[in-house]
């Protein structure tokens, strides 16, 4: 597996001196379990490192947001950084370094999809910020989180608009505006561990526009479909005057 890991090792950016704790990182309990006999699993696979790599992602995010933004209150900081430690955005980073090609699975959890699952992205992506932490520091896995998973903290509001949109506020107004009927919304689900549920909201106006949106709150959620309507009501030229 050498070559696939100077492979990965490229696109993620970081040179590991020891090969081994990317291999592990790499390495889901169902691969462990099924090759490495009376092992300790924990230790053998990514668990622990994914246990670390979440508080190592956390500090990183927190940190850089604190630096970035340092008029905010807690609970402003909170919401923005819930949006970079969420399973949903992890896994479509993940996916974005190719992550789930590397992976080392049990044969029953590869014939069941499990490099496309989004929990198995999500958590291998936080072994590998413990990974690097490992290797090179908190400097390194800090750089990384920045470079792939915050984006460098670029476009963030300032902290003069309270870090928050109100986007189910604005599509009330632009749909009043628009004569349009007032935005219904509606809980179309939820999935994940209790301590890591993601929810999808949708949202409805008339029987001709509808979006959905995914958070780790329903009202997250219900943010992100305000806001793919509204964007999707725009695109199809639905303005205002149009009413």
């Known amino acids: 597996m050498g070559a696939e890991l100077e492979a990965l090792e490229e696109r993620l950016g970081y040179r590991f001196r020891d090969k081994e704790l990317l291999r592990r990182a790499l390495t889901h309990k169902s691969h462990t379990y099924e090759t490495g006999g009376e092992v300790c699993l924990a230790r053998a696979s990514n668990e622990q490192l994914e246990f670390l790599g979440d508080a190592v992602l956390g500090l990183a995010v927190s940190d850089a947001l604190v630096a970035r933004l340092p008029e905010l209150n807690e609970g402003t900081l909170s919401k923005l950084k819930a949006g970079f430690v969420n399973a949903l955005h992890l896994c479509a980073v993940a996916r974005e370094l190719g992550l789930g090609e590397f992976l080392l699975l049990g044969r029953g959890e590869e014939l069941s999809g499990g490099r496309e699952k989004r929990a198995l992205l999500a958590d291998a992506l936080e072994a590998v910020i413990a990974a690097i932490y490992l290797d090179g520091g908190y400097e390194a ?54 301590h890591a549920k993601v929810f999808r909201v949708e949202v409805r106006i008339g029987d001709a526009w509808s979006a959905a949106g995914e958070g780790t709150s329903k009202k997250i959620a219900g943010q992100a479909a305000a806001r793919a309507l509204l964007e999707r009501l725009r695109r199809g030229g639905e303005s205002p005057s149009s009413g």
Not at 147 to 155: N, S
Not at 156 to 173: C, S, T
Not at 184 to 191: K, P
Request: charged share 30%; no cysteine; proline share 7%.
């Open 141 to 194: 896995a800090k750089q990384f989180v920045l470079t792939r998973v915050t984006g460098d903290l670029e476009g963030l509001p300032d902290a003069e608009d309270n870090g928050i949109k109100d986007y189910k506020g604005e599509l009330q107004e632009y749909a009043q505006s628009a004569g349009l009927p007032q935005p219904r919304y509606r809980l179309a689900g939820s999935q994940g561990p209790e």
